[in-house]
């Protein structure tokens, strides 16, 4: 298939999943119907400007709605999801696909484990839960101590830093809900 079959083929599957009509979505888009309906026949020979507002009406990257159409379902085994060491942590990211604006990762910390967060787009927001253990925080001069179930919400455009200082592993979650960056 080429990219014109494969544009097609997905901005009409990825608009049906959500349940919307063809003037619903080009509304979304900002764009007029008719456009829309051309994305879908496979006849558009559409601008980037015009992908750019497809994908973000979609919230799917430009590399999505022009790539093969996908499977409805992957597994993705953990082996397969990148990792990475910080200090003694272990940051696993839990999105295979990026979604723009949206970073999501499995931190685990033995005791004593302990990093400093990279302060992220001014205007982000983080969303942090413990799922075991114990993880003390600090961000913008505050500190905070979760525990299984916990949740503080902080601007991620700050200094903050995790740490361990209990006796068992201590995993956690973080949500990383990106602002857009200034052009």
Not at 27 to 55: D, F, I, Y
Not at 80 to 109: T, V
């Amino acid at each position: 298939m080429d990219a014109a079959s494969n544009l097609a083929d997905n901005v009409k599957v990825l608009r049906e999943a959500r349940g919307l009509t063809q003037s619903q979505m080009a509304k979304a888009a900002g764009l007029p119907r008719p456009t829309w309906a051309n994305l879908e026949s496979g006849g558009a020979n559409p601008t980037l400007s015009v992908l750019m507002k497809v994908a973000a009406a979609l919230r799917v990257t430009l590399e999505e709605l022009v790539g093969a159409p996908r499977a409805n379902a992957r597994l993705y085994p953990a082996s397969e999801l990148p990792e990475q060491k910080r200090g003694k942590a272990l940051i696993r990211k839990l999105l295979p696909d990026p979604i723009p604006g949206l970073e999501l990762e499995r931190m685990q910390f033995p005791p004593g484990a302990a990093f400093a967060g990279v302060p992220h787009t001014p205007g982000t927001r983080e969303y942090l839960t413990c799922e075991s253990g114990s993880l003390e925080l600090s961000a913008g001069g505050e500190r905070w101590t979760l525990e299984p179930g916990d949740v503080v919400v902080f601007r991620g455009d700050q200094k903050h830093g995790y740490r361990n200082s209990g006796r068992k592993t201590a995993v956690a979650y973080s949500a990383v809900s990106l602002a857009p960056s200034a052009v």
